[in-house]
């Protein structure tokens, strides 16, 4: 069952997704996802927002690809690549921390997310890869938030190597990750201590240390919508189209 799910315990809200498909996000997915965050960023009681997706295996496959290969035009095509256009603007917009809990790998949208988190954790088996440039796109909504939190050097590895997995101590080196746990328990029980500690702290100091942390990005909002416009535009091309394929065709 796909769904977007918030649970909320004294000042600490946390959102859950899910989808079938390894918690790879649809299209409606994404509209509900960022809605939600706008919405607890509105909400006074809410200090601090955790974002994880279900089970224990992929955080996130990163775009439906059953939607992907529908792309048919230059509208379609930027209407899907700014989904996760959407999600990454309102996690930079929402006026709380966004804590991220990467459980398992992230591809390609997926790694974005956790990029534009302000804090992640994650496992040993939260192993991350970008593999655009295989089926002749780029990860180019996501790209400002990857160089944000790790770098021009990580992202120029991570896109022109497209069929290679970055392990989690390497996705830590480069910044993407505050702390790898062995396991999934042990993450839990850290990311408990932590959001209830950085709860504690006054609404104030968190809305202006969010506001700092993310004062040099005023151009995101139309710049990954540019960027959707230009994947768009290459997922048309027969290169891509090809590559797209079931592969039993």
């Known amino acids: 069952m ?19 498909q390894a918690n790879a996000l649809s ?25 994880r997706s279900k089970g224990e295996k992929a955080f996130c496959a990163g775009a439906f690809f059953d939607e992907l290969v529908q792309v048919d035009s230059l509208e379609s095509g930027q209407r899907f690549f700014s989904g ?16 991220g809990r990467a459980h398992g790998k992230a591809v390609g949208g997926g790694v974005g997310i956790l990029a534009a988190c302000d ?8 192993s991350i890869r970008l593999p655009e440039l295989s089926i002749g796109i780029g990860p180019f909504v ?25 392990n989690a101590y390497w996705a830590e080196r480069k910044g993407l990750y505050a702390s790898v746990f062995e396991n999934i328990a042990d993450m839990d029980k850290e990311i408990d201590y932590f959001s209830q500690r950085l709860a504690s702290y006054p ?12 004062k040099d990005t ?13 994947t768009g535009r290459l997922a048309l091309s027969p290169y891509t189209k090809e590559k797209l394929k079931p592969k039993n065709k």
């Open 119 to 126: 804090y992640v954790f994650a496992t040993e088996a939260a």
């Open 203 to 214: 609404m104030e100091s968190l809305v202006a240390i969010k506001q700092i942390l993310w």
């Open 142 to 166: 996501i790209a400002p938030a990857i160089e944000r939190k790790m770098g021009v050097g990580a992202l120029a590895e991570l896109s022109l190597a497209p069929d290679l997995w970055k």
């Open 27 to 51: 299209m409606e997915l994404l509209q509900r996802l960022a809605k939600e965050l706008d919405t607890l960023s509105a909400d006074k009681r809410i200090k601090v927002v955790i974002l």
């Open 2 to 20: 796909d769904y977007v799910y918030t649970t909320t315990t004294d000042s600490i809200a946390t959102v859950e997704f899910a989808s079938e």
């Open 218 to 230: 005023p151009s995101w909002e139309p710049l990954l919508f540019e960027n959707a416009q230009i």
């Open 84 to 99: 996760f256009a959407h999600v990454l603007c309102a996690i930079r917009r929402c006026q709380k921390p966004v804590i």
